[in-house]
T-cell receptor, first 113, second 114 residues
Framework: DTGVSQNPRHKITKRGQNVTFRCDPISEHNRLYWYRQTLGQGPEFLTYFQNEAQLEKSRLLSDRFSAERPKGSFSTLEIQRTEQGDSAMYLC???????????FGAGSRLTVL | AQSVTQLDSQVPVFEEAPVELRCNYSSSVSVYLFWYVQYPNQGLQLLLKYLSGSTLVKGINGFEAEFNKSQTSFHLRKPSVHISDTAEYFCAVSDQVGAQKLVFGQGTRLTINP
């Protein structure tokens, strides 16, 4: 098992462009989480899935953000019409149901110019 | 609503010295507490967790933490640090045993000087 994989690791884009990040969780984990970490801050919860169902979304997830996990395996996080305030590290994590430990990926760093 | 305060944004210590990283939380319900470490260009790694039972929790790399309900604290300690402990440390709280939604503190950067 290679752990939680995130791609791309770095993305530089211009304001107004759309970006998409992908997360491949640990294969036997049915829960998948997205967090955002801005410079000098701790991670902030964005959303989480159990299998393909999106069970909770943070108020931080504006209508420009959408996350999917169509087959209950990998997940994508899309940001439309990016703004400079979207610049952050986007972290993905996964776990098994009932487990109390999240395994995090290395993150995808977004820079919006 | 839950919140976590890490009282020190940076902690410099000399190698082989003891260290304590402070964490206070607020929650109106049962809490489950975690410490994560983030090395440069790596994902967060779990150091230790408190779910129930003994208030003194031992984790990896020689770290331990003590849950103090009356002081709403969960400070992280190590009796003797190494250069390799240089990293960012995050305290986190959840009100769900499945840890579906962690609330993190702002982090403490631990710098070990030779």
């Amino acid at each position: 098992d290679t752990g939680v994989s995130q791609n791309p690791r770095h993305k530089i884009t211009k304001r107004g462009q759309n970006v998409t990040f992908r997360c491949d969780p640990i294969s036997e984990h049915n829960r998948l989480y997205w967090y955002r970490q801005t410079l000098g801050q701790g991670p902030e919860f964005l959303t989480y899935f159990q299998n393909e169902a999106q069970l909770e979304k943070s108020r931080l997830l504006s209508d420009r953000f959408s996350a999917e996990r169509p087959k209950g395996s990998f997940s994508t996080l899309e940001i439309q019409r990016t703004e400079q305030g979207d610049s952050a590290m986007y972290l993905c994590a996964s776990s098994s149901s009932g487990a109390n430990v999240l395994t995090f990926g290395a993150g995808s760093r977004l820079t919006v110019l | 609503a839950q919140s976590v305060t890490q009282l020190d944004s940076q902690v410099p210590v000399f190698e082989e010295a003891p260290v304590e990283l402070r964490c206070n939380y607020s929650s109106s319900v049962s809490v489950y507490l975690f410490w994560y470490v983030q090395y440069p260009n790596q994902g967060l790694q779990l150091l230790l967790k408190y779910l129930s039972g003994s208030t003194l929790v031992k984790g990896i790399n020689g770290f331990e933490a003590e849950f103090n309900k009356s002081q709403t604290s969960f400070h992280l300690r190590k009796p003797s640090v190494h250069i390799s402990d240089t990293a960012e440390y995050f305290c986190a709280v959840s009100d769900q045993v499945g840890a579906q939604k962690l609330v993190f503190g702002q982090g403490t950067r631990l710098t070990i000087n030779p």
